[in-house]
T-cell receptor, first 117, second 112 residues
Framework: NAGVMQNPRHLVRRRGQEARLRCSPM?????VYWYRQLPEEGLKFMVY????????ESGMPKERFSAEFPKEGPSILRIQQVVRGDSAAYFC???????????????FGQGTRLTVV | DQQVKQNSPSLSVQEGRISILNCDYT??????FLWYKKYPAEGPTFLIS?????DKNEDGRFTVFLNKSAKHLSLHIVPSQPGDSAVYFC???????????FGTGTRLTIIP
């Protein structure tokens, strides 16, 4: 059973370009979360999705950022018109539909390191 | 507004001794407390958790203690091994609100 797969592992974008980060959850997992880690900081929650639904996007910046988890295919975190401050590690996590808080059963991917130049 | 604090950015411990990592939180309504371990260039890996109705949970070399009156969480690793060298994050969660709130992490170095 493969773990949470994120690609690309490293992404370099020029200011103003778009960044697309992909996350394939573990098999059988229906909950996906995106977190961002800025240098020298802890991980910060961005968004929680289930298939075709955004459940909680309270951590997403109001502009330029969007996320989706379609019926088929990976979850996508999209950042439009990237700026230097978007440089960070972006982690995706997934969890199964079991009893108890879903977020406590989250398995994390290896992350995508976005560098904006 | 930092709800979860790890006040020690780094900690060095001799191999075989006990490592104690600490975490303080501000909201007494948190339901679940977790510890994650993270190696460079990898994602966090779940280590151990405890619900708010307990004060101790043990799993092999790892024990988590919860002091609700002090709003304090600690992770004990004994005996410490070189492979334990990593950054450790505490995290909190509320039932019905699935987002984890992480501390800033403590870098643990085990000295052979």
């Amino acid at each position: 059973n493969a773990g949470v797969m994120q690609n690309p592992r490293h992404l370099v974008r020029r200011r103003g370009q778009e960044a697309r980060l992909r996350c394939s959850p573990m098999k059988g997992h229906s909950h996906v979360y995106w977190y961002r880690q800025l240098p020298e900081e802890g991980l910060k929650f961005m968004v929680y999705l289930q298939k075709e639904n955004i459940i909680d996007e309270s951590g997403m910046p109001k502009e330029r950022f969007s996320a989706e988890f379609p019926k088929e295919g990976p979850s996508i975190l999209r950042i439009q018109q990237v700026v230097r401050g978007d440089s960070a590690a972006y982690f995706c996590a997934s969890s199964p539909n079991l009893d108890g808080p879903f977020g406590s059963r989250a398995f994390f991917g290896q992350g995508t390191r976005l560098t904006v130049v | 507004d930092q709800q979860v604090k790890q006040n020690s950015p780094s900690l060095s411990v001799q191999e075989g001794r006990i490592s104690i990592l600490n975490c303080d939180y501000t909201n007494s309504m948190f339901d679940y407390f977790l510890w994650y371990k993270k190696y460079p260039a990898e994602g966090p890996t779940f280590l151990i958790s405890i619900s708010s109705i307990k004060d101790k949970n043990e799993d092999g070399r790892f024990t988590v203690f919860l002091n609700k009156s002090a709003k304090h969480l600690s992770l004990h690793i004994v005996p410490s091994q070189p492979g334990d060298s990593a950054v450790y994050f505490c995290a909190v969660l509320n039932f019905g609100n699935e987002k984890l709130t992480f501390g800033t992490g403590t870098r643990l170095t085990i000295i052979p």
